[in-house]
């Protein structure tokens, strides 16, 4: 079992949709969860980080996780073109390192 | 703070050459990661450290790589032998190590192309 999984993608939604993206992760004990953007080319930049159980919103973007499933998600409300990119799931385990996962790619057709 | 700096941003080499890449990462962080990333995978572990102590290896490097961060500062990542599998973009983070919570902070990256 890999340590963090994600689902396969690609994911494509209407401009004006919600994205829905989903992770898994395998250590029970890990600590935090983070979501990175990453466009074609370039290297990834941080959206969105979540700790506690429940529901994170930071603009169009919520957060979700349930510990208990081991589970995170990540919703873009309204979605734009310009969120057309690949999503990394990323878990800071119980060990203390940090392990992405092969990310999803999400297209936004206008 | 200019965040985190990578160099070079680009590096071509013949199989069998030694490369090196430079990871200057923001000044107040304690933790440095490298990672490697291939097209269409997320970011593949290879080592970290916590100012100059590396903590951990990836058990899928082989020997021809190694990291040294000498003064807690600055990092570099070292290729021996380079081979055609070893191409990728390899990628810097830096972060402030907490009770449970860290945020990495990406670099730009270096890529490598091994002929």
């Known amino acids: 079992q890999k340590e963090v999984e994600q689902n396969s993608g690609p994911l494509s939604v209407p401009e004006g949709a919600i994205a829905s993206l989903n992770c898994t992760y395998s250590?029970?004990?890990?600590?935090?969860f983070f979501w990175y953007r990453q466009y074609s080319g370039k290297s990834p930049e941080l959206i969105m980080f979540?700790?506690?159980?429940g529901d994170k919103e930071d603009g169009r973007f919520t957060a979700q996780l349930n510990k208990a499933s081991q589970y995170v998600s990540l919703l873009i409300r309204d979605s734009q073109p310009s969120d057309s990119a690949t999503y990394l799931c990323a878990v800071k385990t119980s060990y203390d390192k940090v392990i992405f996962g092969p990310g999803t790619s999400l297209s936004v057709i206008p | 703070d200019t965040g985190v700096s990578q160099n070079p941003r680009h590096k071509i080499t013949k199989r069998g050459q030694n490369v090196t890449f430079r990871c200057d990462p923001i000044?107040?962080?304690?933790?440095l990661y490298w990672y490697r990333q291939t097209l269409g995978q997320g970011p593949e572990f290879l080592t970290y450290?916590?100012?100059?102590?590396?903590?951990?290896k990836s058990r899928l490097l082989s020997d021809r790589f190694s990291a040294e961060r000498p003064k807690g500062s600055f990092s570099t990542l070292e290729i021996q032998r380079t081979e055609q599998g070893d191409s990728a973009m390899y990628l810097c983070?830096?972060?402030?190590?907490?009770?449970?919570?860290?945020?990495?902070?990406f670099g730009p990256g270096t890529r490598l192309l091994v002929l």
């Open positions: 979540i700790y506690s159980n």
């Open positions: 450290f916590q100012n100059e102590a590396q903590l951990e």
């Open positions: 983070a830096s972060s402030l190590a907490g009770r449970g919570r860290e945020t990495q902070y």
């Open positions: 000044s107040e962080h304690n933790r």
């Open positions: 250590d029970r004990g890990s600590q935090s």
